[in-house]
């Protein structure tokens, strides 16, 4: 074990956050430059849920050593950073936290992981969770021997979502709230990054910045880094056991805002799609299939009615409208607008 004492002007963080636009906020005492795993964690304005989250990671049931990351991405208001200081300097966790100054999705999450790589040399394993979740006990330990037992690049994992309102249930099984699989095994893609393991030979095979900018304030910007690594031959594997939970506050269970929520699924759906298309003829051909979607889903969606809630139904019309409206140029950006809420 190598431990090296920390403050703010160690060399080693110091190389890590080069540049203008981060900056340590705080760190642990001692970093053991060891650790073969790093957790990820953005933070943006919700500092009493981020120390749930932080004591999920206290709780793991895992005799494996590893450090956290946390990225404060409101360098206004910095209302996650005492916290995130709080724990470190307390001994509870090692790690830092920076000042992501850039705000938005992308900039905040790639600040993490480069952050996460350059200062843990040792580290492979690179997983994520964000300050609205809550880690399942075993959630490390059984992300990690996934990894170790299959070999795959990415591991990905179950959010499950605990609504503030819960007169309605069956939210849960709404495509914009329910997990994409339901078993354990390999699995084609995975499509987020809020319960992951990403590898380090994952992150160099793609390249920096691994999390596209053009999705900064769209978000999708984890669909992409996953659809670029399928292409690259990257492999993918699922653990149902390795749970986490989220909290899903009220106002994101109105009708508008799952409507909303759908529709930024197809814009995402489009956009990562698009830049994938290599020629003119395959943008095109993209094109003419989104546009043929449409009635299709207004199908599907009428024949869900008989069986699902009215909102659950007409997700699919939603999503291929959403792609539609990305053809021709809409352009939503959700995490902009967050950045101005007081």
Known sequence: MTLIPTDLSASRISDAVRGSNREIAASSRVIDLSVGVVVCIPCFRRPDHLRLTLDSLLGQRTSRSFAVVMVENDAAGRAS?????????????????????????????????????????????????????????????LMIRTAEATGADVVGGPVLPVFDDDSQPWLARHPAF?????????????????????TRTAFERLGSPAF????????????????????????????????????????RTSLGWIARRSLRIGVINYRVRSKAAQSAGARARLFALTLGRLPLSLMRSARLMTSSKGVVAIHPMLVAVGSALAAFGYDPKPYEASKIVS
Request: hydrophobic residues 40%; contains cysteine; negative net charge.
């Open 178 to 198: 329910c997990p994409t699989y339901d078993y354990t095994g390999a699995v084609p893609l995975i499509y987020g990054c809020g319960n992951c393991l990403i």
């Open 81 to 141: 950073a005492p916290v995130a200081a709080e724990y470190l300097a307390a001994g509870k966790l090692q790690g830092l936290c920076l000042v992501e100054k850039r705000q938005g999705n992308c900039q905040a999450i790639n600040a993490a992981f480069e952050t996460a790589q350059a200062v843990f040399p040792a580290a492979t394993r690179f997983l994520m969770i964000d300050d609205d979740e809550i880690a399942s006990p075993d959630w490390l330990e």
């Open 212 to 251: 596209d900018l053009r999705f900064n304030f769209l978000g999708g910007g984890d669909c992409d880094f996953f659809y670029r690594g399928r292409n690259a031959g990257m492999t993918f594997h699922w653990t149902a056991e390795a749970v986490i939970t989220e909290t899903v506050p009220q106002n």
